[in-house]
């Protein structure tokens, strides 16, 4: 008679002999890695259908991410609302700074007729010049110390320009075979020509105030050429982007005063100074 | 000699040639010191380093260098090199952008020179860009040669490629994170030790407020919104994005200023370009880039999205054309 307990045991032997476990380790390490995957991926879809079912966890999450994305809105709108009204950045500043002295040097550079008027104070005495540039090539002084008046006339010879320079409009070079000047006229070498004055302006440009508000505003700024050295001051007009007024201290005591008339864009009430008959 | 080794001497032989030539030509050209900046290049190499330790560890470094050196690799270094190579040469591309900006407002900041001399400091502040995109082509030749190798290996016997699992936050990260901190206060801290910052307040100069608020908010929006995908990649997209909008605005405000012949509205405007690009950069720097690499570490087999890719080479492009523009604008005078 055959029992029957027997045949599971039977069964088991069976499925011993027919599957044994004798898989290579790279296989078997690969279907351990699919098994944990696919409990990963079961584990995953039951947390989602259990979060998809309405709870108050899922409601006060989705609250949070609403509001985060709301106050994040806000700040962008702040941003954008700051930048106008706010004040000029450090950076602002600097660049409006170097722009305007680029656009100055520009506006000096090209072909214009100036008048200038200049008072130099010094500790001995007062003197006045009265500057004109006729042409490229020419510019007329008058010189007034202790009621004296004398006249001088500068004429520079021309310089060959390069096709360069001629195309880049920037003013010839003047080399040193111009004629010397009369040693009256040394403290105001700087203003007597456009490529001199240009490198009188050359320099860190540092805001220091507005003089005049009426639309072509009057602002002034300190030009520092070295650190440590006494900056000169001048005043530009921002509607031309012309210098109106300079003033550069000249040593102990000593003053130079310049105030500009451009022709034919600058007004003739740009003019504060008199000159002493 | 046996013919293949003397072609293969021929080859190396030629090649070194092509770069004497080149190097040459540069230095012949007689403007070579115009082109060299010692610290430029040190904060570039230092900083695309210290970025790649922020998201890797010093053995997938020992594994690029190993690589690069010809010598053998192991089998998941060999599957994850091709990341290591392109993540330092973006590193090296983003920092040296990042260098580029950093160096033209610190100029603008410091210089006390006129404007011939301004323009110049500011052309050659752009010597890290060239740098950064340099080693970046370097790293581009291991890059796709460990790329064509390991789809070589993968034909023979294919990889096996195993899900991410989160990656601790190892010690070479925190250190990489000192390193890069140190590089960014080293620029900064250095020239103001040297008294030319003294007048001014540098975090002004780097950090417009209404740029930081637009860059940081639109980020986290767009972050939420991109909330199923890695948070590395969200940052990184959503900061290279925020990045570039807020420039855009910035440029468009300065095309409407320069209409109203305003040069205090350009420069402010220009101000929040170049603001909104360099706060988009270092966000994309300190948590951007190390978390996607980190992300990218735990995965066997690590591959850039095509999204990213445009945020980590595209940006910074439009970054360093963005800073062109400005010089340009800039230095050119606006004419009555």
């Known amino acids: ?277 | 000699m046996t013919p293949p080794a003397f072609k293969k001497s021929a080859w190396v032989i030629g090649r070194a040639l092509i770069v004497v030539f080149l190097l040459a030509g540069v230095v012949l050209s007689g403007r070579f010191a115009h082109f060299w900046d010692g610290a430029g290049f040190a904060f570039v190499l230092g900083g695309g380093v210290a970025l790649f330790l922020m998201g890797f560890s010093v053995s997938h470094l020992g594994a690029a260098a190993r690589y690069a050196a010809g010598r053998p690799l192991r089998e998941e270094d060999a599957a994850v090199l091709p990341y290591l190579w392109e993540a330092l040469g973006r590193n090296f591309w983003i920092v040296g952008v990042l260098g580029a900006m950093a160096n033209f407002v610190l100029t603008l900041a410091r210089t006390s020179e006129g404007i011939q001399q301004v323009a110049f400091l500011l052309a050659a502040s752009f010597r890290p860009a060239l740098y950064g995109l340099f080693l970046a082509v370097v790293c581009a030749v291991p890059a796709l040669k460990s790329r064509e190798d390991l789809s070589l290996r993968e034909k023979s016997s294919p990889i096996s490629v195993r899900g991410g699992e989160r990656q601790p936050w190892i010690f070479e990260n925190i250190a990489g994170y000192v390193l890069m901190v140190a590089i960014l206060g080293w620029t900064v801290i250095l020239p103001s030790a040297r008294g030319f910052l003294q007048e001014q307040r540098l975090m002004g100069f780097f950090f417009d407020r209404s740029a930081l608020l637009v860059v940081a908010g639109g980020t986290v929006v767009i972050a939420l919104f991109l909330g199923r995908a890695s948070l590395g990649t969200s940052l990184t997209s959503g900061l290279a994005v925020t990045g570039l909008l807020g420039s855009l605005m910035g440029l468009m405000q300065t095309l409407f200023a320069f209409t109203h012949r305003s040069i205090q509205d350009v420069a402010s405007a220009l101000a929040f370009v170049i603001s909104s690009c360099f706060v988009a950069l270092l966000g994309m720097i300190l948590a951007g880039i190390p978390l996607a690499d980190h992300e990218a570490r735990a995965s066997s087999r690590p591959g850039g999205l095509a999204f990213n890719r445009l945020a980590w080479y595209i940006f910074p492009l439009l970054a360093l054309l963005f800073l062109v523009l400005t010089l340009i604008a800039v230095v050119t005078p606006i004419k009555i």
């Open chain 1, 1 to 277: 008679m055959r029992s029957d307990e027997q045949k599971p045991f039977d069964i088991d032997g069976l499925l011993e002999q027919a599957f044994p476990d004798d898989l290579p380790a790279e296989a078997e390490e690969r279907m351990a890695g699919r098994l944990s995957r696919s409990r990963q991926e079961w584990q995953m879809t039951e947390k989602g259908t259990i979060a998809r079912s309405p709870s108050p966890r899922r409601w006060s999450l989705a609250l949070a991410r609403i509001s985060l994305v709301a106050v994040s809105a806000v700040v962008v709108i702040l941003g954008l609302s700051l930048r106008p009204s706010g004040p000029p950045t450090g950076l602002a500043s600097s660049l409006a700074a170097l722009q305007k002295a680029a656009s100055v040097s520009g506006q000096v550079g090209s072909d214009r007729a100036l008048e200038c008027t200049v008072r130099l104070e010094r500790e001995e005495a007062s003197s006045w010049f009265v500057i004109e540039w006729i042409n490229p090539e020419e510019t007329r002084v008058r010189v007034i110390l202790s009621g004296k008046e004398t006249l001088h006339t500068i004429r520079l010879r021309k310089v060959d320009r390069s096709l360069l320079e001629l195309v880049a409009r920037i003013g010839g070079k003047e080399t040193g075979d111009q004629p010397p000047l009369a040693a009256e006229l040394l403290p105001v070498e700087d203003l007597l020509t456009s490529s001199r004055f240009r490198r009188l302006l050359e320099g860190s440009w540092r805001p220091a105030g507005i003089e005049r508000l009426d639309g072509c505003d009057w602002e002034s700024f300190a030009i520092s050429k070295t650190p440590g050295a006494a900056p000169s001051r001048v005043t530009v007009d921002t509607c031309t982007f012309l210098p109106v007024r300079l003033e550069k201290e000249l040593g102990p005591g000593g003053m130079l005063e310049a105030v500009f008339r451009w022709a034919p864009r600058s007004e003739p009430g740009a003019i504060s100074g008199t000159i002493p008959s």
